[in-house]
Every structure is written in C-alpha cells, then in structure tokens.
C-alpha cells in the first residue's frame, strides 16, 4: 500500500497524553470507568459519578471531589472529553451559570481505552511451528497457474487463504522463538524439571525442520519457475476481486494494487530472499538449529551439576567418616588443612627472584624474601624525605650581579647604534643576536601601539618612523640577513617612563 505524508499522520495525537504522565494513576482509572459506562450504554456522567466510583479503591481513599473536577477539565482540554452543561432546569441566570457538566468519551477515547484493554489482555496465543502451514502454503501454490483462468471468487478465496496461512507461520513462529528467550524460559531451561522436557521439545523442533526443508525447497523451485506474465493475470484477478467488494471507507485503487503486489513481494522474498539478504527460511533455520543447540547444552549443564552434587554428597560421607575415626582433636586439624587447605590465606604475586628454578622444590627451602606492603588507599603518599633549608643569597647575589653587568654591555652595544636619537635600520652594520632581537621587539611594541611609540627596558620613550611605501632594507646579523621595511626608532629626548 502506497504511504501518503498528509497533516493527519505527521500532527501529534494528544489524546494519548493521559496514558503516559504524571498523574497517569489518577487519570487511566477514570477514563476506563468512563468506558465501561459507555460499554453499558450509559454515554453521559456527572463528576459525581466518577468520584463516588473511584473512592470505592483503596488507591483513591484520599481522593477528593476537587481533584475529580481538576482532572476532568485537564481530559476535556486534551479532548478525551466532551463536557455539556446540563440546563435543563435553570430558572435564573445564577443557576444557569452554577449548572454542573455532565461528560461524554470522545470517539478517539473510546479506541483509545480499546486498545489500551487489548494490550493488557496480549498473550501469545497458539505460538507453535506447525509444518501444516508451509504443506497448505506449498499446496496454494501448486494451484497458482490455475487461477489465472478461475472464477473471481475462487481466485479471491485463494489469495485471502494463501494470505492467512503466510501470516499464521510468521507470527506463530516468530511468538514460539520468542517465548524460549524469556526470562522464564531461562529459568526454566536452568531448573532440573527441565529435563522431562527436553526430549519432546527437540523432537518437536526436528520435526518442524524437517517438514521446512522438505516444503521449503520445492516451493523455491516453484516460485523462480512462475512466469511474469502468470503472475500479471493472477495479481489482476485478484485485484478484480477486491476491487468488487462493498466498503464503507474509500479505498483508491492504487493502495489496493499496491497491498496485493506488496504481500506477493513478502512472500517471495520469505523464501528466496533478496540480493543483499538471504531468506527467512535459512533464518528460521540458524533459529531452530540454534534453540536446539541451546536446550541441549542446558540439558547437558543441569545432568553435569547433578552428577557433581551426587558424587560430592559421597565424598562428603566418606571426609565425615576419617573425621569421626580421628582420636584426637591434633589429628582433626591436620586432616581439616589436608582436606581444605589453609583457612584465610593470603596469595602473594609478584616478579620474586627465586633462588632455584626447581618446580618440586618446597618453599621452605627456599631463603625467605622480604616483601614490602604499602596500603591499597588512594589518600596514600609516600613520605618525602626531609632536607634540610640551604641559604643560598651569596650564589644569588652572584649570578644577580652578572645578569646587570651582561644587561649593561648589551645596553652599550645598542647605544652604540644610536646616532642624532634615532637608529636607522637601513644604516645598521652587521649586528649580533640579542641587538637583532631587541630592535624587533621594540618595533613590535610601536606597532602594537595606535601612537606608534613604545618604551625601552630601560624606560626610554621611543617612535617608530614608516619607512615610504615600498621602501625596504636588508639587516644584516650574525645567524642571517633580514629583508624588512626600512623603519627608524626615534628617541623622544629626554623623556622616560
């Protein structure tokens, strides 16, 4: 069937809000006691109604009449309700106006709670794996070529009947594989009961195997065989058919069409497959193959655990005899560490240097080793350990010292370069490292700066001269030559910051 995207599928439906919210607990009773009145043919009630009824449960003892009223004008807002003011007796204005509602499901409510009581009565219902099913869909298929020249009727109870035992295996196999991965059927599957039906479980599941593969492949054979054309003139009888049937709904003809040749597809594609998936029926095969692999190996633990606690109930008998032999209570402990070993013993692991690579040797012939255990906490910190405070000012001093002196050559090599308060980098000579780095650094600030000045580390106020456009300058220094504009740093005389 064609899908058309309109406003009614992609709108929300807020009619459902009360089956999933807040007051849920408060909300569902009442609908439901609405709807059983409905189903009684009694359509109209007063909030009276549903509050006495409520109060009746205990889950409603604290119930009261103003919450009755609250939760009715929320369902009315979400249309769950359609509310009418009873005015039959209203003599005056004030009456007319203090006149009670009485309220009515809406026809979307009365689906809604509908449905809502089938999916709390939803149980699977004949789940089995039936191989009568694939024999009847083997059998409508055989008839297929025939239909081409039948009656409507005959074609049309043909397709409905290969229809309905298609939709039976589905959902009959799908309900039966579902029910064995349940929480129950875990259990069950891990109980010693489970043993009694083991047996009858796996004979089962062979024999719904072995009626697929016998069914399953000549049906393939038969559908790859169906000529185009064959199944043209079956598909348009069929769609003659259901096109003849009265209905109140329209339905157009191309969702008919499309229905029957989208269920002709399912079917195909359940036993031969598609290009890039492989067939339900190898599915249902690694299903069942695997159901029994898994009950066997259930069956299998349950019979394993049941051998061990049998053999393990003697060899307790046989322990509890050499304890009642022992004469005396020393003879009891040496048996008890024999039996059970070392009560709370603690296993040391670690890579231990051992003295000897003998695996026989014991350990008490070994030199004892010294294993250091720190505490498994997180707050733990090893101790650091204390030193004591060195007075180190005379070395301070020191290199304090050789940083001004250094400071002050380098000041007097950059002085040197300074010519009627400005340095001209077109006019510099070769010049080191650090002087190079100093000038970019001073140039940087002016540049950063919107006046275009900066200041000197030693406090010297300074502006950078813009060199005219295109005019460049090539500084020369010991690790390479720079090409940059030819800028000049003006010094303001006198001035410091």
Known sequence: MFMEINTKLTKGIQEVKYLATENSWRYRPLMRYCFYQYEQLKYWLYKEEIW???????????????????????????????????????????????????????????????????????????????????????????????????????????????????KSLNQNYQDYIRSFHSLRAEELMKSAAFIAYKDSIIGYLREFIKGLQTNSYWIEEELRSFDEKLIET???????????????????????????????????????????????????????NELIRKITRYA??????????????????????RFLSCAELEECHKLSALAFGVFNSRHLKGDLERATENITGSVYEEPPLLVEIRPRTRAYREKSAKTPIVDKSAQKEKLYGQYIQSLRREQEVIKGFIHENQIDFAALPEVSTYVRTTLLRWVGRACASGERKGKTEDGRIFRLLDPPPGVRCRLRCEDGDLEMPAYKICFEEGRRG
């Open 300 to 321: 299998a633990q349950i019979v394993e655990n049941l051998n061990s606690a049998a053999n393990r109930k003697e060899e307790y008998k046989k322990l509890a005899e």
């Open 52 to 166: 006495e009824e409520l109060r009746k449960h205990p889950e409603f003892v604290t119930y009261t009449i103003e919450e009755c009223q609250q939760d009715l004008e929320t369902l009315v807002q979400w249309g769950n309700l359609i509310p009418v003011q009873d005015t039959a007796k209203a003599r005056t204005v004030e009456e007319f106006k203090t006149k009670q509602f009485r309220y009515q499901l809406s026809e979307y409510s009365v689906e809604i709670e509908r449905m809502t009581i089938t999916l709390e009565n939803l149980l699977v219902e004949g789940a089995s794996l039936e191989p009568s099913l694939i024999e009847r869909i083997r059998e409508a298929l055989q008839q297929l070529p025939a239909m081409a020249e039948a009656d409507l009727k005959v074609s049309g109870s043909w397709w409905h009947g290969l229809n309905a035992d298609f």
């Open 234 to 288: 079956v598909i348009k009888k069929v769609f003659a058919y259901e096109r003849a049937i009265p209905r109140l709904e329209t339905v157009s003809d191309r969702d008919i069409d499309e229905n029957i040749r989208g269920r002709w597809r399912s079917i195909k594609q359940w036993f031969l497959g598609t290009e890039h998936r492989n067939s339900e029926v190898l599915k249902l095969f690694d299903i069942t």
